[in-house]
Each structure stands twice: as structure tokens, then as C-alpha cells.
């Protein structure tokens, strides 16, 4: 498994993730970024080239050194000054309330416990901070949500632990936020794995 994990799931997670289809959320996710960012589960880098002219700073998390490696090349010769760290978002390696805001994309479906990493961003955040989400998770109609519960169980173990059955914006409301926007609806693709939350939140 470790094997897989360290040389098959690093490579296919850049490719999944860099579908065209994705980079319009990607953007609409980072275009209200400012300031000192923290991007939560930054993966291969992906986003770094979307940030608006308003970031100072990007500092990102992820426990994937492979991952990482092509992270930093992806921000190489980018303005906003840059930094990857090598962590989980259950513990993030930053000082208490020292981010202006934090992305998440496509990154609560694959933590281990969502609710540790919504307190973690509570607390890096300052009381005016933002915290700007994607996410996929539980579509709205029971029958498809009865086959992301079927398909979860061996979808996750193949695929970094993705979940396709957790219910983003309960996850966000009930752990300390406030969303202020959230829209939702299907992306295009198989309806379990493309039910998408797209959101913005603050601190209560």
C-alpha cells in the first residue's frame, strides 16, 4: 500500500485533479484570496497560478512529500511569496490566528477527521479572516446518496481516502462557522462522485 501511496496516488492525483472541468471552481474559489493564504491540502499546486494579485503570501499544507515537490516547482517564478510544509490539517504547523484566509479544495472529502481540521482553521484564522471552499460530498437525492455510501468503503482506500458521502455544509456550520455563501449542484460526470459545495465562511 505504501508503495501505491508514494508512487501511483501522487501521479493520479494530479491528473484527476487537473481536469478542465474543475478550473472554473478552482478559481472562483481563490478570487476573493488576500493577504497571507493558507491552502489546506495544496496537493501538486494546482491553484498557485489562479491567485489574484491581492495575496501576499501562500503557504501550503500537505502530508504528501511527492505532492509537495511538485507544488514548489509550480511556484516557481509566481508572484506571491510561497512556502510548503510537509503536515496534516488536523495539526497545521502556523501560529494562532496569523492567516487572512484559507482554501480548501476538494480537501475535507479526504481528511481524516474533518472536525479536528475545521478547528485547526478556526484557530490559524484571524477574527476577520475567510475561510473559501470546493468541495464534493452528499448529493441531495437518496438515491444517489445510497450509492456513495455503498461505494465509499473501497473508493477511499484507492483514492487517498476520499469520501464521497460526507455532507460538506453541515460539516462547516456545525463546527464553528458562519457560511455567508454557499452554492451547490452537480458537476459533469457519475452523479455519486461530482455533487459539488462551493462556500465561503467566517468565524462566528
Not at 481524516?112 to 490559524?124: C, D, F, G, N, T
Not at 484564522?125 to 444517489?144: N, Q
Request: glycine share 8%.
Amino acid at each position: 500500500m505504501r508503495f501505491y501511496e508514494k508512487h501511483i496516488l501522487p501521479g493520479l492525483t494530479h491528473l484527476t485533479m487537473g481536469q478542465e472541468q474543475l478550473l472554473s471552481y478552482r478559481r472562483r474559489a481563490v478570487s476573493g484570496a488576500k493577504g497571507r493564504v493558507l491552502e489546506i491540502g495544496i496537493g501538486s499546486g494546482l491553484n498557485l497560478a489562479l491567485y489574484p494579485d491581492a495575496v501576499d503570501q501562500i503557504v501550503g499544507v500537505d502530508p504528501s512529500p511527492e505532492l509537495l515537490n511538485q507544488a514548489a516547482e509550480a511556484s516557481q517564478g509566481l508572484t506571491p511569496t510561497t512556502e510548503m510544509i510537509e503536515g496534516v490539517a488536523e495539526a497545521l504547523p502556523l501560529e494562532d490566528r496569523s492567516v487572512d484566509c484559507v482554501i480548501a479544495t476538494w480537501t475535507l472529502c479526504s481528511v481524516s477527521e474533518p472536525e479536528k481540521v475545521l478547528a485547526e482553521i478556526q484557530r490559524v484564522l484571524k477574527p476577520d479572516g475567510v475561510f473559501r471552499f470546493v468541495e464534493h460530498g452528499t448529493a441531495p437525492e437518496p438515491s444517489v446518496q445510497r450509492w456513495q455510501r455503498w461505494l465509499t468503503p473501497a473508493w477511499k482506500r484507492c483514492a487517498g481516502n476520499c469520501h464521497l458521502d460526507r455532507q460538506t455544509d453541515t460539516l462547516v456550520e456545525q463546527n464553528g462557522f458562519r457560511m455567508e455563501r454557499l452554492d451547490t449542484g452537480y458537476a459533469k460526470g457519475p452523479k455519486p462522485f461530482v455533487f459539488m459545495y462551493e462556500g465561503q465562511a467566517r468565524l462566528y
